[in-house]
């Protein structure tokens, strides 16, 4: 599992770079089965979506370049569907004085996955952000 995660880490890195988000998540998207085996509401495979977000995260710490939370979670949430889990790519955006941040996380069931630091706390996630621009002027 570490060594298919930093392969996939490597190859994603290279991937966003060249072909772009949108192109590189279909890319992606080829290599997973299209009904996930956690629809099943009986079987709660939370265990296992931890267990692999750990591994997952432990290769990209020993990676030989840095990896951004994108590139992250894109990978585990590639990983996580080829074993079958319904995992759920996020993103959320805060306002800092420097500008508008952004951040990438992967949820399972609600359980956010790779988080440690509980980083998405701060971002507010876009389906979130969906009320705010209404209430925006045209």
């Given amino acids: 599992m570490v060594l298919q995660a930093a392969v996939w880490l490597s190859a994603t890195w290279c991937g966003l770079r060249v072909s ?5 998540q279909n890319f992606l998207a080829g290599f997973t089965p299209d009904a ?7 079987r709660d495979l939370l265990p296992h979506a931890l267990q692999t ?14 990896t951004n939370c ?4 894109l990978v585990l949430a590639f990983l996580l569907r080829r074993r079958g889990i319904a995992a759920e790519l996020r993103f959320g955006a805060r ?4 500008g508008l941040e952004a951040h990438a996380w992967v949820e399972y ?3 956010p996955l790779d988080e440690d630091l509980g980083e998405h706390r701060h971002f507010l996630p876009f389906e979130g952000l969906k009320p705010l621009l209404e209430t925006l002027p045209d």
Avoid: I
């Fill in 20 to 24: 772009g988000f949108r192109r590189w």
């Fill in 95 to 98: 306002k800092e004085a420097a």
């Fill in 53 to 66: 977000a750990r591994l997952h995260a432990a290769a990209a710490r020993h990676l030989f370049f840095h």
């Fill in 36 to 42: 996930p085996q956690s629809a099943a509401p009986d």
């Fill in 109 to 111: 069931r609600g359980v």
């Fill in 70 to 73: 994108l590139e992250r979670a």
